[in-house]
């Protein structure tokens, strides 16, 4: 009998740099027989990032690049991509900013989660400075990345209310979570209309 064969996955690399919730969520969503994409190769800038756990865990490939030597890891991280056949990249706590030639040539394809409603509060510390200005609101957005920090093309936000009693570290938690349920929806959004 024939073997039944699915539709084609989207061959996807995530560039950590940390604790790697997010990497996780996306290699659960990955799972999913109805999932678009298939998570095969995780990029770390740091060899002591938590999320590298995960490519033991779910047998994914890795490695670990100095983005200090950027040219030089770029250069790397490209042939890496090719050869893995990687239509998508996923950023997901990558604490370095790519050059605009990399980007260049993964144009439209390099997603980026970052937790702020952008285009406020680009940048780091964001929790804190959402709360020193007294927002009601705050949020997580997944954007393409171009080469301006936290400046691409808005796929999807979602909003989120501070509580009175708000401090940057609740802020995060609760931030967290619905980036974790954002960003597959993104993903989603983005390959249904590339
Ligand atoms: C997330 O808050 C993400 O928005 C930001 O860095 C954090 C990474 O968290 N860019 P994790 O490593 O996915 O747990």
């Known amino acids: 009998m024939a073997k039944l064969i699915g539709p084609k996955k989207t061959k996807t690399a995530v560039f950590i740099s940390g604790t790697g919730s997010n990497l996780e969520k996306l290699i659960k969503y990955s799972i999913n027989k109805t999932s678009p994409i298939k998570v095969s ?103 393409l990345v171009n080469s301006k920090l936290d400046s691409g093309k808005i796929v999807l936000q979602k909003r989120v209310k501070l509580s009175k009693k708000e401090t940057p570290s609740s802020l995060q938690k609760k931030i967290l979570k619905h980036e974790h349920r954002l960003y597959p929806k993104a993903i989603d959004k983005i390959l249904a209309n590339p």
Do not use: Q
Request: charged residues 30%; aromatic residues 10%.
């Open 41 to 143: 190769l995780i990029i770390s800038s740091n060899a002591n990032a938590k999320g590298l756990e995960y490519a033991k865990l779910y047998n994914i490939k890795k490695k670990i690049y100095d983005y200090n030597k950027k040219k030089f890891s770029e250069k790397k991280t490209l042939k890496v991509l090719e050869t893995n056949h990687i239509k998508l990249i996923c950023l997901a706590g990558f604490m370095k900013i790519l050059s605009s030639n990399f980007i260049r040539k993964f144009k439209g394809k390099i997603l980026n989660i970052h937790p702020s409603l952008l285009p406020k509060y680009k940048g780091l510390k964001t929790h804190e400075r959402v709360i020193k200005n007294k927002e009601k609101y705050s949020g997580c957005t997944v954007h």
